[in-house]
């Protein structure tokens, strides 16, 4: 059976009422989705993308230092059916001050700061 496959990515406005709902169908329908008029200062994502660009270049040794995700650390893990279609690295980091994220004897606060988000309404 041959699948479809479109060929825009779904984009979610939060500022319009039905944002929850296209979000749940991004979802399901293809995975990820871009959104737009969120509120974040471009600023912000510019200092959260340097952030983790130099998280994510340090050797993997490094990046196992912020711990497993368990709840929150550091994961990575091969991608595809056999693992075969490449490895994907990630970051779960908590908004409060629970989580103890260090890095090299450093406690990140630069990075997690950048991370602190208002609820969606």
């Known amino acids: 059976m041959a699948s479809t496959f479109a060929s825009t990515i779904p984009i979610v406005d939060l500022s319009k009422p039905d944002a929850k709902t296209l979000i749940v ?62 490895w994907v690295e990630y970051l779960l980091l908590n908004k409060n001050q629970e989580h103890d994220f260090t890095l090299n004897g450093k406690n990140h606060e630069k990075f997690r700061c950048h991370v602190q988000i208002e609820p969606f309404n």
């Not at 200062?41 to 230092?65: C, D, G, R, V």
């Open 25 to 86: 169908n991004a979802c399901e329908e293809f995975g990820f989705f871009k959104v737009i008029n969120h509120g974040v200062p471009m600023e912000a994502i510019s200092q959260l993308e340097t952030e983790a660009l130099k998280f994510f270049s340090l050797p993997l040794n490094e990046k196992e230092k912020a711990g497993h995700p368990n709840p929150f650390g550091y994961g990575s893990k091969r991608i595809g059916p056999n693992g075969d279609v490449g």
